[in-house]
């Protein structure tokens, strides 16, 4: 008796018990709550797709109204503008294609949603491309737990305003500071304290837009890549 | 000779003001700087708090008996993280705006000594009831913290209560009170006159009872 008290199992039965009854609890409350989280996400998303694509500019103060897959932006000097927003098969965790007015219209450009770990943590970013996926447009943090008051800095629209309109022909570096920056056309300065979560967005970015790039290419079936 | 256990009356009185976790015990603090710009987020994060301090205490306090001493901090984390992961998503789903402005802070409830203290304190020791009774004392005393520092700072830097405009927008507001250094003068500030008031208190009382003697 006293053999199985001292045995492993017998010391962390109860630690054994708990971890099988609360995970049986979070995988519960994830079945009932990640639809209402995915859901929220979609509407940040689309919320977020014309700033990206339009500039902050365009949207700053203006009221946008998503409608399943339509989105009206209304500035601020009373101008409309109508977008359609049509999720496309692919291998990134969404891909959107962007069009004027109704699916048919022109296109503006393509938004991708990517992911890959950061310093603490998953980074999920939003990249903004151009309809010829020559050029970013902007990325958007979707979701970090970065370090507080260092890493965090990758929401900043200080730090993201650096990828706007740089070319996609080569991949994105890092510069640690201004002068290393200045050196390339295609490197961002990382934050300060905080180069590896900067790190991270720039790899992130390249790999999304590589990938991005190929399935406009070599287009899957059910993929809409009209120029 | 019997240790005294504090009632669950007692528990729930001393968790309000004399054992307060901010102001008495100095812990808790992270939220206490980082969240506390305005009263909204400062509000959901005592709310969960509260939840996962009430739940780890009620579950702790509930398989008291069955505790190895060398195994219970590992029961503790357990049991606070599963808590916290349960809050955050919930915030998530039905809070998204507030679950992104908190960003990584409700999950770091999980570190926040706070509830492990109680744990260890209270909850392993007595029964259910004295640890719902000092689950809701304490998070009252951090509910009370907050609110006070939170306060301070957007009524200073912001000319706000609740995101309701107190002050005309044409006066100036020390916008210094909402970014970080405001968080540490505030809570600087607010710590110094609880002392102040305590050291106050308890030179009253001891000056009356000696004038009694």
């Known amino acids: ?227 | 000779m019997p240790v005294h256990e504090p009632t669950p009356l007692e528990r729930f009185l001393n968790g309000i003001l004399p054992e307060n976790p901010v102001y008495r015990q100095l812990l808790g603090l992270c939220p206490t700087l980082a969240v506390t710009a305005a009263m909204k987020p400062a509000m959901t994060m005592v709310g969960a708090t509260a939840f996962v301090l009430i739940c780890a205490n009620l579950i702790t306090s509930l398989i008291r008996h069955l505790l190895k001493p060398h195994l219970r901090i590992l029961v503790f984390t357990l049991t606070i993280a599963t808590f916290v992961t349960i809050a955050d998503r919930t915030l998530a789903a039905f809070a998204y705006p507030m679950s992104k402005l908190l960003g990584p802070y409700v999950p770091l409830i999980i570190v926040n000594c706070m509830i492990i203290s109680r744990c260890e304190v209270c909850s392993s020791k007595q029964g259910p009831k004295a640890a719902l009774a000092d689950a809701i004392g304490v998070s009252l005393g951090f509910l009370l913290a907050l609110a006070s520092v939170a306060t301070v700072r957007e009524i200073l830097g912001n000319g706000s209560w609740f995101g309701i405009q107190l002050v005309p927008e044409s006066f100036p507001t020390l916008i210094l009170m909402i970014l970080p250094p405001g968080a540490f003068l505030a809570l600087g500030s607010l710590l110094g006159l609880a002392t102040w008031l305590g050291q106050r208190r308890k030179a009253r009382v001891s000056a009356s009872e000696a004038g009694s003697a």
């Not at chain 1, 700053?60 to 927003?85: F, K, M």
């Not at chain 1, 692919?90 to 393509?110: H, I, K, T």
Request: proline content about 4%; hydrophobic content about 40%; aromatic content about 4%.
């Open chain 1, 1 to 227: 008796m006293s053999r199985l008290r001292n045995s492993y199992l017998g010391q962390a039965w109860l630690i054994l018990l708990l971890a099988g009854v609360f995970g049986a609890l979070l995988a519960a409350i994830h079945l009932e709550l990640s639809p209402r989280i995915e859901e929220n996400i979609r509407a940040e998303i689309m919320r977020e797709i014309p700033g990206l694509l339009l500039g902050g500019e365009a949207v700053t103060g203006a009221s946008i109204t998503i409608d399943g897959d339509q989105v009206s932006i209304e500035s601020a000097s009373g101008e409309s503008t109508s977008l359609t927003v049509v999720e496309q098969p692919s291998e990134a965790a969404a891909l959107y294609r962007v069009s004027e007015g109704d699916p048919e219209g022109r296109l503006l450009g393509w938004v991708a949603r990517g992911q890959d770990h950061g310093y603490a943590d998953v980074i999920e970013l939003l990249v903004g491309l151009t309809g010829d996926t020559t050029q970013i447009t902007g990325i958007y943090v979707l979701n970090q737990k970065e370090t507080p008051a260092l890493g965090d800095g990758i929401v900043r629209s200080d730090f993201r305003q650096h990828f706007a309109g740089i070319a996609t022909d080569s991949p994105l570096t890092v510069g640690r500071n201004a002068e290393e920056a200045a050196q390339s056309p295609y490197a961002i300065q990382a934050l300060t304290g905080a180069t590896v979560s900067s790190r991270s967005v720039c790899n992130i970015v390249n790999d999304t837009v590589a990938l991005v790039k190929t399935e406009i290419a070599e287009p899957a079936e059910g993929f809409d890549a009209r120029p």
